[in-house]
């Protein structure tokens, strides 16, 4: 096959290289474009529509991504068959600008854990317009810091356009976001300064919340000034179960639990409901578990902006709005503030740090403002309590809320250097028997130039579903090389350690196994390589570092036949999976799924493994089949090894604060019972809670782990199908839990 593909690389000063990118394969050659980057790398893509099958994951630094213009760079993702987002960026000082993402699974664009972020003259749309099925983020950086998001159009997202989360240090700048259900959101972040945006036709203009459950807490100093925010009265499309499903249309701004805000110098006009409303989290009527979670606004000032007269109308069938319509009367409000229990009107006062203040707002006629002072306490909340107009206990002033600086030459670039060709070849050609151990420190083009020959043939208690793909399992030690056991992962291997995997498949119309691939882990100086190779026969397997997807059937172990899209990862996202607090690590290798058939003291025995302790004090899990074994620990095995790679403290998924384990209690809020989702969308699937103990049928973990949309399906990356036996594990460990914990 001939691709036509032109990649040029000149020399700049700003950076350490521009690569340029054109040619009907674009996909490809970007993936391969980025394999390549070496240090600060600008990518330039021609003008042109560009159909991409799997997502684009950027897992170095430093990587600038440029197009001909939002109007002549066009990354659809309507054919997408692999990975859940459009581009994942996971590593700093990253920027993409002047192109369109468009159609994507999932969310547009992602960036989690990154340090200098740039979005700049980026659209992000779904041509389906409307839809709670478009993905649920336009633009979506979360636990980053030093965050750009500028001069974008983001439209028809089910959640919100442009949404930034748990991050530090963010300008919003000169956007429009329109026909999404939440044009603009920031989420438990810090120093945030909203401003120059157009706001418009989406249910709700602007949003600041602040969450329980998640990693980084209470987020404060959010600036929301001269911006243009109307017409916000669009239906809510988004799915039942995530908490924008909520929020009524008809509102300009939504606060909920915001604290040290100040919105200032906008200009609302048209909004049904309110220009601005501030609540208390609870109006939500959500369960609480977080004990450090408060669900109060405190200290927000609203001053010096511009109200339009907007008209009367009538409820839109959500709840909030009804409850608002019908305590405060049919017309929309200037202000609306649900003061709760605060103080404000009786009782104790707020500190003054803590108050919310009101003044100096102009308006087109009468100003109205109503406190609807949703009373909690009655048997089922909310309900109203006494409605109040007098704003004389807000007639008071707070300092200015002033964000730091964003640094954008924040960010660290790997130091590295690309061996030439040259030196690849000798290297990985270099004669001689047993392990190439001269290859290990190059990415050879043949997995034959290794010579991997014997090893260590291990298996594991629990396994990754794949697809139904059979797996064997090898570790090679370098010579005199030896594992120090850690009781829990990873374990310690020595430089020079070669993990490999072979994947294959049962083909089910002949019955004959199939070679696919083999992946490696090689441990080099700096750390974890991950390398993977596609067998093009039974003899050859070629390095393959971009990916690809094709159809199969294939036989599973209950002989029968299933259609799926069998998914060869690019080697980035082998590191995006393989990723334990921003490095490469191994995920299986762990000792207590290590811990089967005696095998743990026979490589003690053979001087494999070191300082293995007594084995009463290595934990043993049951394989999560074995029907005589407790079914609590057989689901949370499960889990822990299909999930908890990404879904753990410092992985990938970190900031759901969902974290599977063997070692946390099946009913903490980590292991997801009666927690409410954070970015789902519609993966949701309608429900509230990730676990509903008692009720697998309202679990989103149970509709996740059975759907197989790829922006729904959980794990994200390497299955097409579902995995009915585990699923139906999961069902029962759900179903057994005893119901109306939740409540």
């Not at 954008?408 to 270099?430: M, Q």
């Not at 494999?608 to 043993?620: C, I, Y």
Request: aromatic fraction near 8%; charge should be neutral; charged fraction near 25%.
């Amino acid at each position: 096959m001939i691709l036509f593909l032109t990649v040029l690389l000149t020399i700049t000063s700003s950076f350490a290289s521009v690569v340029q990118v054109s040619g009907p394969d674009l996909e490809r050659g970007l993936n391969d474009a980025i394999e390549n980057a070496v240090g600060e790398t600008e990518i330039e893509l021609a003008a042109g529509t560009y159909y991409f099958q799997n997502e684009l994951l950027i897992t170095k630094p430093g990587i600038r991504i440029r197009g001909q213009g939002a109007s002549e760079t066009i990354l659809s993702f309507k054919k997408q068959k692999a990975g859940a987002q459009g581009v994942l960026a996971t590593r700093d000082r990253f920027r993409i600008e002047n192109l369109t993402v468009e159609d994507t699974a999932g969310n547009g664009i992602k960036v989690i854990g990154a340090n200098n972020v740039q979005i700049i003259g980026v659209r992000v749309r779904w041509t389906k317009k409307l839809s709670p099925e478009n993905g649920a983020y336009g633009v979506y950086p979360v636990l980053s810091k030093n965050i750009l998001i500028e001069n974008c159009e983001v439209s028809d997202s089910s959640d919100a356009g442009i949404y930034v989360g748990q991050s530090v240090g963010i300008v919003v700048r000169g956007n429009e976001a329109h026909h999404n259900v939440a044009g603009i959101e920031i989420e438990n972040s810090d120093d945030a300064d909203v401003t120059g945006n157009r706001a418009h036709d989406n249910t709700a203009g602007i949003l600041v919340f602040n969450l329980p459950d998640l990693v980084k807490k209470d987020g404060k100093g959010t600036y929301i000034h001269d911006n243009e925010i109307f017409d916000n009265n669009g239906k809510n499309f988004s799915t039942k179960g995530s908490i924008i499903n909520l929020v009524p249309k008809g509102l300009g701004y939504f606060s909920l639990a915001s604290q040290r805000t100040e919105i200032a110098h906008n200009r609302f006009r048209n909004h049904s409901l309110s220009h601005l409303a501030v609540s208390n989290y609870f109006v939500s009527e959500r369960h609480v578990k977080d004990p450090t979670y408060d669900p109060m606004p405190k200290g927000v000032s609203i001053h010096s902006n511009d109200f339009d007269a907007s008209r009367l109308t009538l409820p839109d069938g959500s709840r909030i709005n009804f409850i608002i319509k019908f305590v405060a009367g049919p017309m929309s409000h200037d202000i609306i503030y649900d003061g709760i229990d605060d103080g404000t009107y009786g009782g104790k006062k707020p500190l003054p740090n803590d108050r919310i203040c009101i003044g100096k707002n102009k308006k087109e006629g009468k100003f109205r403002f109503a406190n609807i002072h949703l009373d909690y306490d009655r048997p089922h909340f909310p309900l109203p309590g006494t409605l109040t107009r007098d704003l004389s206990d807000h007639n008071c002033e707070l300092a200015p809320v002033r964000p730091m600086a964003i640094d954008l030459n924040a960010g660290v670039v790997d130091d590295v250097s690309r061996p030439d060709a040259a030196e690849i070849e000798a290297a990985c050609g270099a004669p001689g028997e047993g392990v190439n151990v001269g290859a290990l420190n190059y990415d050879c083009p043949k997995l034959s130039d290794y010579r991997l020959e014997g090893g260590l043939n291990y298996k594991l208690s629990n396994e990754l579903f794949t697809d139904y793909a059979l797996k064997d399992r090898f570790i090679y030690l370098p010579a005199g090389g030896a594992i120090d056991y850690k009781p829990e992962f990873p374990m310690a291997f020595p430089v020079g350690t070669v993990i490999a995997k072979n994947f294959s498949l049962k083909d089910a119309t002949t019955g004959k196994v199939r070679m696919i691939e083999t992946r490696l882990l090689i441990h080099r100086a700096k750390g974890w390589a991950p390398l993977n190779y596609l067998w093009k026969n039974d003899r050859t397997a070629l390095l393959e570092r971009s990916g690809m997807v094709f159809a199969a059937k294939v036989e599973t172990p209950s002989k029968e036949s299933v259609a799926i899209d069998y998914h060869v990862p690019s080697l980035r996202q082998c590191a995006s999976c393989h990723s334990i607090n921003g490095a490469i690590t191994p995920i299986g290798p762990r000792a207590k799924f290590l811990n089967v058939d005696d095998q743990l003291e026979r490589w003690a025995r053979a001087g494999h493994l070191r300082n293995l302790p007594d084995m009463a004090e290595v934990t043993k899990l049951p394989v999560w089949s074995d029907e005589s074994a407790p079914l609590d620990l057989r689901a949370k095995a499960y889990l822990e090894i299909n999930c908890a790679h990404c879904h753990n403290p410092v992985g990938n998924a970190r900031n759901t604060g969902l974290f599977f384990s063997t070692n946390r209690d099946s009913t903490s809020i980590e292991m997801g019972h009666c927690k409410t989702p954070v970015a789902a969308g519609f993966a949701t699937g309608g429900n509230i809670f990730d676990v509903t103990p008692g009720e697998s049928s309202k679990s989103i973990l149970s509709f996740r782990i059975g759907q197989n949309h790829l922006a729904i399906k959980m794990p994200q990356l390497g299955r097409s199908v579902s995995h009915k036996e585990g699923n139906n594990l999961i069902n029962r460990w759900i179903d057994g839990m005893k119901k109306g914990a939740c409540k």
